[in-house]
């Protein structure tokens, strides 16, 4: 039977006698937590039911998880009600009540959506198509004693309470229950985590890029929690999916990395020397006060498009290519001054090598397998007899001590800060160096500069909305999500209003990023469709409804990340496209409607 909310006032009393129910001084849960058990089975003699009226079981791409969270607060979330975010690592689980304006299945229920990151995008593909297959997901429950002990002040979402949940408690360990007392699906004090179905799946890219054929993009996710990555899903062909919208990612660099590229291309005699070196009188100074501040200040010209540092799309590529030829900051030079034609050998500054660590993500990865397509042509080129020829990532092995492989955006974040700092919660960095280290990352991540790295120029330009909308800038995907066959009515009103939400170019705003050098994050997938909302590009970006100029897809249209960007073509107008030409140089926006930059 379910844990009523009485027999959980009397643990919580008897905790409390122990000394141990400290969290909840912290701040309050909604009305129904903190029993927030689940296990999606009907309630049963004998059974610990979940509290919850609707389960929802979402696996996926870690890119988009902090837009996911606002999507899933803001489509159903009674903001009238305060919620629950349980967390830990690439597991999360938020708890509130469905709003009045939902379908009857979901109005005024209490939703329980929980949430795998762990092993990426191939997580929210696989699992979903292979009949019978089952991914584990974190047990979420709250209080004394469980999977998530502590919470946090309250924080507002999107017009909601939301009291954060830290589940330090939860050890990514699926445990058995015993046979005799519980069934498979049952929580018991002995198991952590919880195998199911996959409802819902999100992916960076379309789904068939996951498919047997293609080793490099393949998860190896330990899907069972047992531990050990695998079992490996039988082979199996993606295919569908619904875009969503597309989300802009780039190749961030540790702050180390990013300020000797900036030393580099901003060297004495340049016109921004001053603004954008290390060196320079107002790298730091905040332009409203006037002061010197710190490099944490999203104002200081040092955070500023203008400022930020570039590499070439081949650079780029020969750093992280199987047998690239770029591995050091020694396989860089840079002018002494500007125009001098003097040149010298990049070092390190700071760092206990030169070495250049490359923070990737696992085989599974949409955020690795949008890179791979993007950036090495992985899996787009074939030969005669259909076998793969293209370039591939470097992998995390003996032989490559350079490359960490990583779970989840959240796992990358952690890497490049601690071959910035000398540090090691990542587990990569034992010996505690310090290097320049490149990643590969969404651009919902870092907009407070919480973390040592910083986002890069790409070919000269920036991976903001105003450059992917002008054609300047490359790197983007159209995410997509993929629905279980069979799933119960109550999952397919979920994903009914779940998919609008993310499609409609009104909404998109309240997921972007405002960082130092623009807003980036999500566009609206183009489209001649104006009802139910207007999918039809602007020629200069409307930030209140971003929709994308440009699109990668194949000839027949459908969604394909192999493909270049090449423009949409808008109908029923004077004028089907509206393309601005860039300028050859951007270094900062000139303030004209064409959102167009210059170089001073």
């Known amino acids: 039977m379910k844990i009523t909310f009485k027999q959980f006032e009397k643990r919580a009393l008897a905790a409390t006698v122990c000394g141990v129910l400290v969290a909840m001084a912290a701040g309050s849960a909604s009305a129904f937590a903190p029993v927030w058990q689940a296990d999606g089975n009907p309630a049963t003699t004998g059974d610990r039911h979940t509290d919850a009226d609707v389960e929802i079981w979402h696996a996926g791409a870690s890119a988009s998880t902090l837009s996911m969270q606002t999507a899933v607060i803001e489509t159903f979330c009674d903001v009238a009600q305060p919620a629950d975010l349980l967390s830990k690592g690439g597991f999360w689980a ?12 979901l109005a005024g229920k209490k939703i329980l959506w929980n949430k795998r990151d762990e092993g990426g995008s191939g997580v929210g593909v696989g699992p979903v198509v292979v009949p019978g297959a089952t991914v584990g997901f974190m047990l979420p429950s709250t209080g004394a004693g469980t999977n998530c002990p502590v919470a946090s002040a309250p924080i507002v979402m999107s017009g909601v309470t939301v009291t954060p ?4 408690g939860f050890g990514y360990t699926f445990v058995p229950p015993v046979a005799a007392t519980f069934d498979a699906n049952d929580e018991s004090a002995t198991v952590d985590a919880i195998m ?37 899903l039988p082979p ?9 919208a597309s989300l802009i990612f780039n190749t961030p660099v540790s702050l ?13 005699g340049h016109a921004l020397f001053n603004d954008c070196n290390p060196a320079g009188i107002d790298y730091l100074r905040n332009p409203t006060s006037g002061l010197i501040t710190n490099i944490k200040d999203k104002a200081v010209p040092a955070n500023s498009e203008r400022c930020m540092p570039s590499l070439m799309g081949s650079e780029i590529r020969s750093i992280f290519a199987k047998g690239g030829a770029i591995r050091s900051a020694q396989d860089f030079q840079a002018e002494t001054a500007y125009q001098s034609g ?12 030169n070495t250049i660590q490359i923070c990737r993500r696992v085989k599974g990865s949409g955020t690795q397998a949008q890179f791979n397509a993007v950036f090495m042509g992985y899996p787009c080129d074939a030969t005669f007899d259909g076998a793969i020829d293209s370039l591939t990532p470097e992998g995390q092995s003996g032989l490559t001590p350079f490359v960490s492989e990583n779970e989840g955006a959240g796992d990358v974040e952690k890497c490049l800060n601690d071959f910035n700092n000398g540090t090691n919660t990542s587990g990569f960095n034992s010996a505690l160096r310090k290097r320049w280290t490149i990643g590969i990352m969404s651009m919902e991540r870092n907009d407070s500069l919480a973390n040592d790295y910083r986002f890069i120029k790409v070919d000269g330009y920036a991976p903001t909305l105003v450059n992917v909308h002008a ?17 119960s009515s109550v999952v397919t009103d979920a994903v009914n209003n779940l998919v609008p939400f993310m499609q409609n170019p009104a909404k998109l705003p309240s997921l972007n990023k405002t960082h130092g050098f623009g807003v980036s994050g999500w566009l609206a997938i183009p489209s001649n469709v104006t009802v139910p909302f207007n999918m039809k590009p602007d020629s200069e970006l409307d930030f209140t409804r971003p929709v994308n100029w440009f699109q990668r897809v194949a000839a027949s249209g459908k969604a394909n990340t192999c493909a270049l960007p090449s423009a949409f073509k808008k109908t029923g107008t004077a004028t089907n496209v509206d393309i601005t030409v860039a300028p050859q140089n951007c270094s900062s926006d000139n303030g004209s409607g064409d959102q167009n930059c210059y170089t001073p």
């Open 471 to 487: 054609g300047d800038y490359y790197d983007f995907v159209s995410q997509s999500l993929q629905t279980r066959s069979g799933v």
């Open 236 to 244: 199996y062909t993606a295919t569908g999916g619904t875009p969503i």
């Open 256 to 268: 180390l990395m990013s300020q000797d590229l900036q030393r580099a291309q901003f060297p004495t």
């Open 196 to 232: 199911k179905p996959v409802d819902i799946g999100t992916s960076d890219i379309e789904p068939d890029k996951f498919s047997s054929s293609f080793a490099e993009n393949v998860p190896a996710a330990d899907f069972d929690l047992n531990g050990v990555a695998g079992p490996a």
């Open 342 to 353: 003097a040149f010298a050998q990049m070092t390190a500054t700071g760092a206990t090598d």
């Open 94 to 105: 938020l708890g509130c009540v469905g709003k009045a304006t939902l379908p009857a299945s």
């Open 165 to 168: 949940w830290n589940c330090s």
